[in-house]
């Protein structure tokens, strides 16, 4: 495993908290997940394009099934998601894939993944 660098920890730390307020928005109090950057495992990997050094990392649930993931890119970029997968709290029309968090330097962006319910 790998160490996530200061720079990159920082970050970690606004994204974790963009998708627990996402998550919270698009899910039942009581079912809302727990999600901590220090429970990501992550790995150092290079860029093909420019030989640079990036991070990725998942966040894994009690069966050590993938259920997030995040990724620091050589560029300054990142991105991450986490799943929810549950009926959209207040709209039955929809069903709620995951949250998305992504950016670049102080830029910061988040969203809900839904779909159709059937």
Not at 30 to 45: E, G, M
Not at 78 to 95: G, I, K, Q, S, V
């Amino acid at each position: 495993m790998a160490e996530l660098p200061a720079a990159q920890q920082i970050i970690g730390v606004r994204l974790v908290r963009a998708l627990q307020q996402g998550a919270a928005l698009y899910t039942a109090p009581q079912a809302q997940p727990k999600i901590a950057l220090d429970a990501v495992r992550f790995s150092r990997v290079i860029d093909p394009g420019n030989q640079l050094p990036g991070y990725e990392g998942v966040w894994r649930n009690a069966r050590d099934e993938r259920c997030g993931y995040v990724a620091f890119n050589s560029d300054g970029s990142f991105y991450a998601e986490y799943d929810l997968f549950c009926a959209h709290p207040r709209d039955p029309r929809w069903f709620v894939e995951m949250i998305t968090a992504w950016g670049r330097d102080e830029t910061l962006r988040c969203e809900a993944k839904m779909i159709p319910s059937l």
